[in-house]
């Protein structure tokens, strides 16, 4: 997650979920330059996409953009603007061990997703492409794994674009069957 926010702010993410998924709608820093400000994603960003199956794909577009300077209409504004495109692809099915256990029936939903951040200069709300730079392209390669009645995945593995693994992360929640 990129924001033009101080990596030290601290602050809230909103999310919902209905039946066709976990989404983020939004988030908010409660200090630094953009405290209080609330952004939301237009579209909503899937995380997790229901109902799924083995076979299943999601394909998800969602963007935020946020002012960056005084939102005059009669001058040129600022604006810090993230774009996502995500495939979810539920890709593996079977059993799971853990350090905190063994489950089965777990779900491998593979997220692929391109992100591209941009700084856009507008005027009277129309974008200036001759005043807007794209400031980062980062691709994102993780392995969620999923299982029915758990409220988190049950592990996650971040893969770098060549799907060198980079990290893993495991829950580790007593609430757990």
Not at 3 to 8: A, M, N, R
């Amino acid at each position: 997650f990129r924001s033009p926010v101080d990596t030290s702010s601290t602050g809230y993410m909103f999310w919902s979920s209905d039946s066709t998924g976990f989404k983020i709608v939004g988030w908010r820093a409660e200090n630094g330059d953009y405290a209080g400000i609330n952004v939301y994603e237009n579209p909503k960003e899937l995380l997790i996409g229901t109902p799924a199956t083995y076979g299943t794909v999601f394909n998800n577009f969602s963007n935020w953009e946020m002012a960056v300077s005084d939102a005059v209409p009669a001058d040129i504004d600022t604006f810090y603007v993230s774009e996502r495109t995500k495939t979810l692809t539920t890709d593996a099915w079977g059993s799971l061990t853990t350090p905190f256990g063994t489950f089965n029936n777990v779900l491998r939903i593979h997220e692929y997703v391109v992100r591209i951040d941009s700084v856009i200069a507008k005027l009277y709300g129309m974008p200036l492409p001759q005043f807007s730079v794209e400031y980062l392209r980062d691709t994102s390669n993780n392995y969620l794994f999923v299982a029915n009645d758990i409220g988190y995945p049950l592990a996650i593995v971040h893969a770098d674009v060549n799907n060198n693994v980079k990290d893993v992360e495991y829950l580790m929640d007593t609430l757990c069957p």
